[in-house]
C-alpha cells in the first residue's frame, strides 16, 4: 500500500511563491515515477510535472503552462516529492495532487496513476 500526502498550499498573491510536498510512505520506489497534477474548478486535472526515480537519472518532465515556473524534485532519502513554483498566477489557482506514475514516456496521463494524495488548495490573487 502506498500513502501520499501533501503539504504546502495555501493563499498567495500573484508574483509570489510556493513550495508543495508529497510525503510518500509505501513501496513507492516499484513504480518510481512521481508526478502532480492541479484541478481547478470546473476544469479537468491536468499535468504539472514529473520527476523519475534517481536510477533514472531524476529527469523532469513539466506541462508547458509551467516550465521556467515550476521545479520539481525529490529525496529518496525523505520519501518526499517536492514542487516549487515562483511567478504565481491567478490561472495556477487549483487543488494539487501528488501521485505515482507510469512510464516518463507517459507522465500526462492521469488515468495511469495508480496512487493519488488528498490534494493541497493553492490560491493565487491578483
Known amino acids: 500500500q502506498v500513502q501520499l500526502v501533501e503539504s504546502g498550499g495555501g493563499l498567495v498573491q500573484s508574483g509570489g511563491s510556493l513550495t508543495l510536498s508529497c510525503a510518500a510512505s509505501?513501496?513507492?520506489?516499484?513504480?518510481?515515477?512521481m508526478g502532480w497534477f492541479r484541478q481547478a474548478p470546473g476544469k479537468e486535472r491536468e499535468f504539472v510535472a514529473a520527476?523519475?526515480?534517481?536510477?533514472?537519472?531524476?529527469?523532469?518532465r513539466y506541462a508547458d503552462s509551467v516550465k521556467g515556473r515550476f521545479t520539481v524534485s525529490r529525496d529518496n532519502a525523505k520519501n518526499t516529492v517536492y514542487l516549487q513554483m515562483s511567478s504565481l498566477k491567478p490561472e495556477d489557482t487549483a487543488v494539487y495532487y501528488c501521485?505515482?506514475?507510469?512510464?516518463?514516456?507517459?507522465?500526462?496521463?492521469?488515468?495511469?496513476?495508480?496512487?493519488w494524495g488528498q490534494g493541497t488548495q493553492v490560491t493565487v490573487s491578483s
Open positions: 509505501g513501496r513507492i520506489f516499484s513504480r518510481p515515477v
Open positions: 501521485a505515482r506514475g507510469p512510464i516518463m514516456s507517459a507522465v500526462d496521463k492521469a488515468a495511469l496513476y495508480d496512487y
Open positions: 520527476v523519475s526515480g534517481a536510477w533514472s537519472g531524476g529527469s523532469t
